[in-house]
């Protein structure tokens, strides 16, 4: 079934265990990460990981070994509790070792949870196999900015709920000028920043926590890639890890840069 909107954000954070699987997929491969890691957490829990009940399993190893996903989805873990086969970077290729994983799950096996990049179009037999699965959702991750709801669940997640109106202003402001991942560190440090304090969050308390503007540098370091110019490397990238650029937020923007050249040239 097609998961969108509001029902998609509520599933993302309690998941119903006793469904077969979840296809997350989209363009923005920082977005569908945080939402795979979002909805793994909420089904094992925070200690799921080291109780060895989530199977990480590569598209290219499936495709060697098409059987790792079945045994992965039966097999029984030391530990009680709810189990995750996680399928990375899935492409249309996987379809038939996937759709027999599903009509063999049971009630009791493990959740399947595949992840794929890119829109996977209408045709898509991997986004078909979800769509019509009864026991399974596909959910398409956009670049939309996030829905009130979505936002309150970031705040409650990190303890911040005495709120004014003006301070969730500002915060949806951010929302949407900022991507994901850094929209949650943000969330984080102001958790943080308001560690002890009684009083209500205001406006000032979230500027004092919002990154700088880090778009001109990020534009900067990818020209000076792009040009050769090997020697401004170094202080531009000393620059935006000052600023709290994460190393695969600047990969991502890499490679979107370099594809677009390359769509130019070619």
Known sequence: MKLAGAAAARYFARPEPDRAGLLIYGADTMRVALRRQE???????????AEMRLTR???AELRKDPALLSDAVKAQGFFPGPRVALVEDATDGLSQVIGG?????????????V??????GARSSLRTLFEQ?????AVGIYDDPPSREEIEAVLNRAGLKDLGRDA???LTTLARDLDPGDFRQTIEKLSLYMLGETGAVTPA????VAPASTEADTDEVLHAAAEGRAGDLGPLLSRLEAQGVQPVGLCIAA???FRTLFAAAA
């Open 255 to 257: 490679t979107r840069h």
């Open 205 to 208: 308390d979230v500027l004092a």
């Open 57 to 59: 399993i590569a598209a």
């Open 115 to 120: 992840t794929a990049s890119g829109t996977l």
């Open 39 to 49: 909805v793994v957490a909420a089904l094992i829990g925070p200690e799921g990981e």
């Open 133 to 137: 699965q009864p026991n399974a959702y």
């Open 168 to 170: 969730i202003a500002e």
């Open 101 to 113: 994983a599903l009509s063999d799950w049971r009630a009791g096996d493990a959740a399947i949870i």
